[in-house]
Each structure stands twice: as structure tokens, then as C-alpha cells.
């Protein structure tokens, strides 16, 4: 079992900045990659950007050149760097460990005002 804890959202003006954290515990050896989705009210959840095992990474079109993911091996944590905020990046922004199954996060509130 994998636990996965998100925290860091909140509410900031276009433009903005805001960096997400994600912690993982329990069968750390099972992950494969971690990933961070985020959810718009009556949308679909979507990728926003992973980085695998080996380093590799990969983000939504929609967000390159903004976003940022990157990782501490030591706290088994990675973090979603957000810059240049726009309106539609509202949503809530879930973290997920990739094993056999996707262990999600609780999931924080990023409001994006215009």
C-alpha cells in the first residue's frame, strides 16, 4: 500500500506562483512514477505533468514552459512548481503514485483569480 499526502494550494492572481508538494509513503519500492492530475468542476481529470523512476518527465501541452515537476529522493516527495497562473489552471490538483494502480492523494484547491 502507498500513501499519498498533496499540500500547498491556495488562491493567487493571475500570474502568480504557487509550488504543490506530494509525500509518499509506505511501499515506496512499488512506485514507478508519480504523477500530479488536477480536476476542474465538470471536467475530466487530466495530466498535468510525471516524472518517472529514472528521472524522466513529461508534461500536458498546456502547461510547458509553466510548470515544473521535480523530486527529493531523501523525503519521497515531489513538487509541482507553477508559474505564470492563468484562470484555467483552476482546479483542484491531485498527486497519484503509479505502481500496479494509481494511489491518489486528497487532492488541494488551487483558485486562480483573474
Known amino acids: 500500500q502507498v500513501q499519498v499526502v498533496e499540500s500547498g494550494g491556495g488562491l493567487v492572481q493571475a500570474g502568480g506562483s504557487l509550488r504543490l508538494s506530494c509525500a509518499a509513503s509506505?511501499?515506496?519500492?512499488?512506485?514507478?512514477?508519480m504523477g500530479w492530475y488536477r480536476q476542474a468542476p465538470g471536467k475530466q481529470r487530466e495530466l498535468v505533468a510525471i516524472?518517472?523512476?529514472?528521472?524522466?518527465?513529461n508534461y500536458a501541452d498546456s502547461v510547458k514552459g509553466r510548470f515544473t515537476i521535480s523530486s527529493d529522493n531523501a523525503k519521497n516527495t515531489v513538487y509541482l512548481q507553477m508559474n505564470s497562473l492563468k484562470p484555467d489552471d483552476t482546479a483542484v490538483y491531485y498527486c497519484?503514485?503509479?505502481?500496479?494502480?494509481?494511489?491518489w492523494g486528497q487532492g488541494t484547491q488551487v483558485t486562480v483569480s483573474s
Open positions: 516524472v518517472t523512476r529514472g528521472g524522466t518527465t
Open positions: 497519484a503514485a503509479l505502481a500496479s494502480r494509481h494511489y
Open positions: 509506505g511501499s515506496i519500492f512499488s512506485i514507478n512514477a
